[in-house]
């Protein structure tokens, strides 16, 4: 596949890049305190990405080199959806970031899907793989009750830009490539 031995020149010249990158990073979190939570995440996903610096490597985490990716707003919140090439080895390295952190990621359910959500403050951060998809999304507190399921499709938005038409008028007002729209 061309852009796959493209995408491992990348890697290949970007190689001195990341190790020093790599080195900056754990000089950085060596000094952060090590009752941190989010220190000890962001040290166990720098582990994880060892000598995972590769297109082949990536994939062994269970992302792809080539996802369908969008990015979208439910109301004015952002969204995320990534394929996944392997979902369960991308469960696999949350489970092994969990291992090293000494913590579960909090849990709920929206039905039978059951999805990460973090809540700080008055915020909250939410993710799940939902088929062969992570799917992440932010927002305010206030707002999760009504942004949770139209983010797990557990309920339908009331409205988007493809109704009637509104989506395919801006794409050939504009000129936009369909692909990317929104």
Same mark, same amino acid.
Do not use: C
């Given at each position: 596949?061309?852009?796959?031995?493209?995408?491992?020149? @990348? !890697?290949?010249?970007?190689?001195? +890049?990341?190790? %020093?990158?790599? /080195?900056?990073?754990?000089?950085?979190?060596?000094?952060?305190? *090590?009752?941190?939570?989010?220190?000890?995440?962001?040290?166990?996903? =720098?582990?994880?990405?060892?000598?995972?610096?590769?297109?082949? %490597?990536?994939?062994?985490?269970?992302?792809?080199?080539?996802?369908?990716?969008?990015?979208?707003?439910?109301?004015? =919140?952002?969204? $995320?959806? +990534?394929? $996944?090439?392997?979902?369960?080895? !991308?469960?696999? =390295? @949350?489970?092994?970031?969990?291992? /090293?952190?000494?913590?579960?990621?909090?849990?709920?359910?929206?039905? &039978? $899907?059951?999805?990460?959500?973090?809540?700080?403050? &008055? %915020?909250?951060?939410? %993710?799940? @793989? @939902?088929?062969?998809?992570?799917? +992440?999304?932010?927002?305010?507190? /206030?707002?999760?009750?009504?942004?949770?399921?139209?983010?797990?499709?557990? *309920? /339908?938005?009331?409205? *988007? =830009?493809?109704?009637?038409?509104?989506?395919?008028?801006?794409?050939? &007002?504009?000129?936009?490539?369909?692909?990317?729209?929104?």
């Amino acid at each position: 596949m061309l852009f796959r031995s493209v995408l491992d020149k @990348i !890697f290949s010249r970007m190689a001195p +890049l990341f190790d %020093g990158l790599q /080195k900056s990073i754990d000089e950085e979190l060596a000094k952060a305190p *090590t009752d941190d939570v989010g220190a000890k995440v962001g040290r166990a996903l =720098l582990e994880e990405l060892k000598g995972h610096m590769s297109a082949q %490597g990536i994939e062994q985490l269970g992302l792809s080199t080539t996802p369908h990716m969008v990015v979208y707003g439910i109301g004015l =919140l952002p969204a $995320l959806r +990534l394929e $996944l090439k392997d979902p369960a080895a !991308f469960k696999a =390295l @949350i489970g092994r970031v969990e291992t /090293k952190v000494g913590q579960k990621v909090p849990t709920a359910k929206a039905g &039978d $899907l059951e999805y990460w959500l973090v809540e700080s403050g &008055d %915020g909250f951060v939410a %993710g799940a @793989i @939902i088929g062969n998809d992570l799917v +992440l999304g932010l927002g305010s507190k /206030k707002a999760k009750d009504a942004y949770l399921p139209v983010l797990l499709g557990t *309920t /339908k938005p009331a409205a *988007t =830009l493809e109704d009637g038409g509104a989506l395919l008028k801006i794409v050939t &007002d504009y000129k936009f490539a369909p692909m990317g729209a929104g």
